[in-house]
């Protein structure tokens, strides 16, 4: 971990953690890169919140090493704390203050923050995650959705080289969430790396550059949303009326195609439709071309890289099965 | 959440003042005793033990119209009605068993569990604050929360028993008189004598309180673990191990009542409250510092 650490904002090697017998997250290699919108994916349970708490220095590894800015944890950990922003498995806020109390509150624990812009920072900060109207009034009358944004705010206070949000929108309404995407889109305009866990795939498919995915605590994916569309296969789709024969001329070419009932509504669609893997060796062209000339009706016909959607149900499950 | 750039600098400049030198970090001991002493529970706290002299003079003055002092009742009860300036001192003889106990026990039991009850624990541990810091701050706070009590009580029975009674020159324990500003400055001295005896129960508390993320279990802990010390004081079996209890100079303010003053018992005190800061403040370093925040 020497050359390649300054361009990565988070890099982990062979972390671990256990609880008593239970592994909770094993042997993950995170490689998070500097400015990227890095999207932290997995269902609940499975291990995205102990290692953000890894990653702030809250929880201990059980073993392997963790980098966070270029500085090793846990040894450096207050000269990296400072520059990292955090909103870590909902906020937490005294109940008894206003909202800007509280980030006063929080402000005045960070010894680098300057105690005379604290009130304008804080005023700036409420005014980004559109909490100016509500900044006096105490936080036990927020909404959650209130608080979320709160702790939003909250890592926002001063300017951050990393900002980690862990399900920020959780409990916002689609207005909020669009805002926190909006929110999360001019961070990183000012080069701040935005690291958001989240079990909502369109969400992370939404705001982020790059993703990992994670499942019963191992990193079961990471990369780039574009390498990780091609991890997955792509596929053919095509309607026409005569799916038998169809049929027949895609094994012939060796796809092997699934037959789907069509669509209730009537109208052009109401045929069959055939989708099948797409098999490198073979051009999408030549499949119609071999259809056309067999007398098949070809009423549509499209190649599609898998979506993220399969790939993440695919590695993770599907349903509601937490991962034990 | 408008996305705006307004406040915001960019964030070399922040690398730049990461770099720069830490300030020392008095304001953050100043928002802990902030939040503290806005708390309502806090001022109802201090309401309540001011409420003690208050009755007591008030009873001592109603049943005096009626019958003399008989020489019941805590040490000093009959004085105060030659001189009002006892109260404080009656009270405190009363306080400092059980409600001082209680209220120290909550506020110091709070300090840790508290924050992670309420889930800012982990955001004041990122924001951040070394956890070595954190105790510190709570702990000053709680031993400014002792003082604060124990002037509470004193000023409360010196404004009412002046009220109800007498102020005049004060007869000492040890036969002679001072005047009344001698006698203030010797309830300041008791005031600090107690503030000084709850340090150790203070240091237990936040050692307890960096146990649990429930806070009232903490509190709860804290005061019974006065309790049991208090028992044990009592009991004369256990003669050989009295000097070592938290509690065992507890009421010894008597002898700031003397002339010239003893101070021997003030400093047995001090030296025995503070093994006990160093003890269990170790406790709560070791404690906190090696323990996963999972509140």
Redesign the interface.
């Known amino acids: 971990m020497t050359a390649a650490a300054p361009e990565l904002a988070i890099e982990t090697r062979q972390l671990t953690k256990t609880f008593g017998r239970q592994t909770v997250v094993n042997n993950l290699d995170l490689a998070v890169p500097r400015g990227s919108v890095f999207g932290f994916l997995g269902p609940n349970g499975s291990g995205k919140t102990t290692t953000i708490?890894m990653l702030?220095?809250?929880?201990?590894a059980t073993s392997g090493e963790v980098r966070v800015l270029g500085q090793e944890l846990p040894q450096q950990?207050?000269?990296v704390?400072?520059?990292?922003g955090?909103l870590?498995?909902?906020?937490?806020?005294?109940?008894?203050?206003s909202g800007s109390a509280n980030l006063?509150?929080?402000?005045?624990?960070?010894?680098?923050a300057?105690?005379a812009t604290r009130r304008?920072?804080v005023?700036?900060?409420l005014?980004?995650?559109?909490l100016t109207h509500a900044a006096g009034k105490k936080v036990k009358a927020y909404s959650l959705g209130m608080k979320q944004?709160l702790g939003i705010a909250?890592a926002?206070l001063?300017?951050?080289?990393l900002i980690v949000l862990d399900e920020p929108t959780n409990g916002l309404d689609p207005q909020?969430t669009r805002?926190?995407r909006?929110?999360v889109?001019?961070l990183t305009d000012?080069?701040?790396t935005v690291f958001v866990s989240s079990h909502l795939l369109a969400e992370i498919e939404q705001m982020c550059t790059h993703a990992a995915v994670m499942r019963a605590g191992n990193l079961v994916a990471q990369g780039s949303l574009d390498e990780l569309r091609q991890t997955g296969q792509t596929r053919i789709r095509l309607v026409t009326p005569d799916a038998q024969l169809a049929l027949g001329v895609l094994a012939g070419l060796g796809l092997a195609a699934d037959v789907e009932a069509p669509p209730e509504r009537g109208g052009a669609s109401a045929d069959p439709q055939l989708i099948a893997p797409l098999p490198e060796e073979v051009a999408a062209e030549q499949i119609v071309e071999a259809l056309v000339a067999n007398g098949v009706r070809v009423r549509g016909f499209t190649v599609a890289g898998s979506t993220l959607e399969d790939l993440f149900v695919a590695l993770t499950g599907e349903g509601f099965d937490v991962a034990q | 959440m408008s996305p705006s750039n307004s406040g915001v600098a960019s964030v070399a400049s922040g690398a730049a003042a990461a770099a720069a030198r830490p300030r020392a970090g008095w304001s953050f001991l100043a928002s802990e005793l902030v939040l503290l002493f806005r708390r309502r529970r806090t001022w109802v706290l201090l309401a309540t033990l001011a409420a003690i002299p208050v009755l007591v003079a008030v009873a001592v003055r109603l049943s005096t119209a009626r019958a003399p002092g008989s020489g019941r009742g805590p040490a000093f009860l009959d004085q105060i009605t030659q001189n009002g300036l006892f109260v404080s001192v009656v009270a405190l003889t009363i306080c400092v068993p059980l409600f001082l106990p209680l209220a120290v026990g909550v506020v110091a039991g709070d300090t840790i569990a508290g924050e992670a009850g309420a889930g800012t624990l982990r955001y004041l541990l990122v924001a951040p604050v070394g956890r070595i810091r954190l105790l510190l701050v709570k702990f000053a706070a709680a031993i400014a929360f002792c003082l604060a009590a124990t002037v509470v009580i004193t000023a409360a029975g010196a404004l009412i028993g002046a009220a109800l009674f007498p102020v005049g020159p004060v007869v000492l324990l040890s036969g002679d008189t001072i005047g009344v500003p001698d006698s203030i400055v010797r309830a300041l001295l008791i005031a600090g004598y107690v503030t000084v005896s709850l340090a150790g129960l203070t240091a237990i508390g936040l050692f307890v309180s960096t146990l649990t993320d429930a806070p009232v279990g903490a509190m709860a802990a804290t005061v019974v673990v006065s309790i049991v010390a208090q028992v044990l004081d009592s009991l004369p079996q256990l003669d050989w191990l009295h000097p070592y209890l938290f509690t065992h100079y507890w009421l010894g303010f008597a002898d700031l009542l003397r002339q010239p003053v003893e101070f021997s018992s003030f400093s047995s005190n001090a030296l025995l409250q503070l093994a006990y800061v160093l003890i269990f403040g170790s406790l709560a370093i070791g404690r906190f510092t090696s323990k996963d925040i999972l509140s």
């Open positions: 708490r702030l220095g809250l929880a201990s950990l207050p000269g704390l400072p520059r990292v955090a870590i498995e909902g906020p937490g806020f005294y109940p008894f203050l006063i509150r929080l402000d005045s624990a960070d010894r680098f300057s105690p304008k920072r005023a700036d900060a005014e980004r995650v559109g944004r909250n926002l001063t300017p951050r080289e909020g805002e926190v909006h929110l889109r001019s000012q080069g701040t």
